[in-house]
């Protein structure tokens, strides 16, 4: 999931998904297969649009969802979804905590730039007023021996 970058575009649809994975956690195991499975799709539409690799750690994670009648699948989903759901919104809440922190970073780099840029104009100031005090004490100094001639 460190690889993966949620655009500012994603970001409301992943705090959507969170939301209702979190109303989903006392679904039924059809209600959380079905919610797994859109989240696989999401999370696959994100990869495709930002051209990035579906993340290792979530195709391991996730089996394929099979709801049928076939009382094996059944069961299964029944045991594993519900102990699923919640590592599975920690990984959405991560990528959303990974955005944040990446804008926050984004942040501190514009206002770093920001002061430095302030830095280098303030130092050329300094160094202009330097400048024209020299020149005003050799105009002083000028003008005193003028007087005195």
């Known amino acids: 999931l460190r690889d993966m ?22 679904s039924t195991p059809k209600g959380k297969a079905d919610f797994i499975e859109k989240v696989k799709c999401t999370i696959s539409e994100f990869c495709k649009d930002n051209n990035e690799s579906f993340p ?3 195709a391991i994670t996730i089996p394929p969802v099979n709801v049928g009648d076939d009382s094996s699948t059944e069961k299964a989903q029944k045991e594993y979804y519900p102990n699923l759901l919640p590592h599975f919104l920690n990984m ?5 905590s990974q955005y944040y922190l990446r804008k926050q970073l984004e942040e501190i780099q514009k206002q770093t730039i920001e002061s430095s840029r302030q830095t280098d104009e303030a130092e050329k100031q300094t160094a202009e007023s330097v ?5 005003a004490k050799t105009a002083n100094k000028w003008s005193s021996w003028a007087v005195i001639i």
Do not use: C, H
Request: glycine share 2%.
């Open 5 to 26: 970058k949620i655009t500012d575009s994603q970001i409301d649809k992943l705090e959507s998904l969170i939301i209702e994975g979190e109303v989903t956690l006392n």
């Open 56 to 58: 290792n750690r979530i």
């Open 92 to 96: 959405l809440r991560e990528l959303q």
């Open 131 to 135: 400048k024209q005090t020299t020149e």
